[in-house]
């Protein structure tokens, strides 16, 4: 049996089977056990991928997971471009994932718009001796004097806030009194709480819900409703990705309220409850919001795809099926305008991309949503997992996306992936920045999936042309076969390979 490019369904899996039991071997017995439930093979008609997930990773190894914190303000918050957003605590935890992700948005920074900069209470000794509190209210007393154009401030809790006791939720009252019932929003997403970022989206979920929501109360909408109100929710623009998406939906017809939270405002979270429809495109971050406003609004949801043709042409269809033959009719006039554009791209691109496989491991939905772009091109995802994905997910990506064989890693470990794809030899990886060089280095072609490395939009029909442009310069690179992989010189010198 070839190891490398197996082309029989019984021996993929025979395969993948034997190299979870070889990654499994090193580890000691009671790891071995642990880590056994996050890995399988798919097989096709099971209802779910058959891992366990959202489970607490095993200390010693290397997970590639976030903290609470880093969900709440990383993902959900961070984005909302008039407010700003307090790292409540020591500088580290801010300053490290500092514009780590791109959330494009329109405004002037530093004037209206925020997102870029950072902002820290950069806690001292004293400040967890004798509490925080006091430098918090100072903090917002300064912000308002330095940035009067702020439209409303969030406090996201690092670790010690919760472990000292602070009572963020008092000043926040306080400091949103004195300055004219403004929107303060305080935020118990400190790191240690759960099991990743996970429980910081539904926390910043939860306080969208009862700080931002509930202020609101039932005020009337400052614009006239129409029947086609919809928000897009779960976006985070990175690289553009809502415009892209929305251009679409409102060359439907629909008339988009809210984006967010990619170049998202307060206004635009405040107008949601007023949508007709909700739509969603990432499932794990956002659908705690979108199943509150269902049953308090009574406004339905729906999860969407915009990756590649043939899932942006599904999902236009289902969000049209919510409203009436005119939009539906719409729906079917845009896939038809978009046609000849990605008739073009899979032209140019797919004799090129034909046949390639590729391993995933992302955050989100990203693990099953962008497998359709990639069939689209002609390649096949041969495995993929979830740094923070919920049986929902795994179900999901059983159910509608991987084929029969693939291998499915949950919270991998640093050792599992690179062996993984060390055994498997994929044409391109897809992961995080932390995985990038690993894998560079061993000759693997390699696409960032949290930041699209610094291009992008990969969303809607605009984006699939940079999708398929990206992931043909990755593999089709001459350079893999320049750069000898440094622990695999015949001298074993790997330091002389960088002086070179
Ligand atoms: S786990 Fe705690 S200390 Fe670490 S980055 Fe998250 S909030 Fe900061």
Redesign the pocket.
Known sequence: MSVSNPTDIAEVKERNRALIQEVLEVYPAKAAKRRAKHLNVSEEGKSDCGVKSNIKSIPGVMTIR?????GSKGVVWGPIKDMIHISH??V??GQ??WAARRNYYIGTTGIDTFVTMQFTSDFQEKDIVFGGDKKLAKIIDEIEMLFPLNKGITVQ????IGLIGDDIEAVSKMKSKEYDGKTIVPVRC???RGVSQSLGHHIANDAVRDWVFDKAGDKEPTFEPSPYDVAIIGDYNIGGDAWSSRILLEEMGLRVIAQWSGDGSIAELEATPKAKLNVLHCYRSMNYISRHMEEKYGIPWVEYNFFGPSKIEESLRKIASYFDESIQENAEKVIAKYKALTEAVIAKYKPRLEGKTVMLYVGGLRPRHVIGAYEDLGMEVVGTGYEFGHNDDYQRTAQHYVKDGTLIYDDVTGYEFEKFVDKIQPDLVGSGIKEKYVFQKMGVPFRQMHSWDYSGPYHGYDGFAIFARDMDMAINSPVWSMAPTPWKRDDGDSYAIAAE
């Open positions: 976030g903290c609470a914190y880093a605590g020591p580290g935890c490290y994932s809790s690092e670790c010690p400190e790191g240690f």
